[in-house]
């Protein structure tokens, strides 16, 4: 890598290996989760994800590069330890809080990783792909946030009862 452009076209290339690796992934998680509004929250979080992967996938088609060289070991170790979780020997409300616990970690590598995207986007002039990954960014946030009013306001508690 050379300059920014490079670092910022490795960025892409390695969040389109991360969002490929979730896509495959959650799925799995879903059918290990118990709760009814966990479920939903996975299910509405595998459709984003899959517009996500699209969408950097036409972003590496603007830049001219071939993203499906890279693999983000990252969240290949994220995806490790959610499959890990989903796999336990557990109650079903333990294992659920396990779960949120995974998928947020998921969650704050996605942020970190959109947030750098978008910086440096903005920085080389990408004004549009800035916008998507400024879109995304505040998706992920989102999706985070739920998770965690979910685990706040219901999981934890039942699991806590445990």
């Known amino acids: 890598m050379k300059n920014l452009q490079d670092l910022f076209e490795h960025q892409i290339k390695d969040i389109y290996s991360a969002e490929k690796q979730l896509v495959d992934v959650l799925p799995m998680v879903n059918k290990a989760a118990n709760s009814t509004k966990l479920k939903k929250e996975i299910v509405s979080h595998m459709k984003q ?20 060289n890279t693999k983000c070991d990252a969240m290949a170790g994220l995806i490790k330890e959610c499959k890990g979780m989903s796999k336990k020997k ?13 998928l947020q970690r998921i969650e704050h590598y996605e942020i970190s990783a959109y947030g750098t995207a978008r910086q440096y986007a903005e920085a080389l002039g990408h004004k549009r792909i800035t916008k998507s990954l400024r879109r995304i960014l505040e998706q ?9 009013k979910l685990a706040i306001n219901s999981i934890n508690k039942k699991a806590l009862q445990k």
């Open 49 to 68: 994800t899959e517009k996500h992967f699209n969408t950097i996938q036409k972003i590496g088609d603007k830049l001219d590069i071939n993203p499906t």
């Open 90 to 102: 557990a109650d079903a409300d333990v294992k659920d809080a396990g779960l949120i616990a995974s």
């Open 140 to 148: 992920e946030q989102k999706a985070d946030t739920k998770l965690n």
